[in-house]
């Protein structure tokens, strides 16, 4: 017993073609290329914007005029 040999993996390969056709599979593989590119580009845009650490939300923000909002104060449990 050991791992597949080439012609394991040749069968595979033609039962494959033979289930799904080669347009269909062609139109998978371009599918998974452009969502790896829009991943990576994703990826490059996020990196380059990204000038250091969000800003933190302060005491003197101003408060809210909407009448269905509700302004709360979190304090730490003693």
Do not use: C, R, Y
């Amino acid at each position: 017993m050991g791992g597949l040999s080439i012609w394991h993996w040749l069968i595979v390969l033609l039962i494959v073609v033979l289930v799904f056709g080669t347009k269909k599979l062609k139109n998978i593989g371009q599918d998974l290329g452009g969502a790896v590119k829009g991943f990576k580009d994703g990826m490059k845009d996020g990196a380059a914007s990204v000038d250091g650490p969000p800003a933190q939300v302060t005491a003197n923000m101003p408060k809210a005029t909407d009448a269905n909002t509700v302004d709360v104060e979190a304090k730490n449990k003693s």
